[in-house]
Nanobody
Framework: QVQLVESGGGLVQAGDSLRLSCAASGRTFSNYAIGWFRQAPGKEREIVAAISWSGGNTYSTDSVKGRFTISRDNAKNTVYLQMNNLKPEDTAVYYC????????????????WGQGTQVTVSS
């Protein structure tokens, strides 16, 4: 099992940057892929980015490519989502989630979830 805690959200203006953190703990954390998802009011939860701890493979959705970067710090058992040039349409609750081994882009394939952190971007 792995436990996840997100942090780093907040209220920013368009064009600003934020770095979200997903801190993991528990057994076999190094075997988990981590995904970042977001859910805006009135919309379905969507994949933002994902990374595999062991393999270094990454995925990001088209709307954030060139602006968001997912990365890991194995020594800190933490996955980051660096968000640059934020736009109002990025406003959502951001969640990190874990599944064993290979990354996935569908939320139902992730077993453990953090509590979420709110990101609000004003125009």
């Amino acid at each position: 099992q792995v436990q996840l805690v997100e942090s780093g959200g907040g209220l920013v203006q368009a064009g600003d940057s934020l770095r979200l953190s997903c801190a993991a703990s528990g057994r076999t954390f190094s075997n988990y892929a981590i995904g970042w998802f977001r859910q805006a009011p009135g919309k379905e939860r969507e994949i933002v980015a994902a990374i595999s701890w062991s393999g270094g493979n990454t995925y990001s959705t088209d709307s954030v490519k060139g602006r968001f970067t997912i990365s890991r710090d194995n020594a800190k058992n933490t996955v980051y989502l660096q968000m640059n040039n934020l736009k109002p349409e990025d406003t959502a609750v951001y969640y990190c989630a874990a599944r064993l081994f290979r990354l996935a882009t569908i939320s139902s394939e992730y077993r453990q979830w953090g509590q979420g952190t709110q990101v609000t971007v004003s125009s």
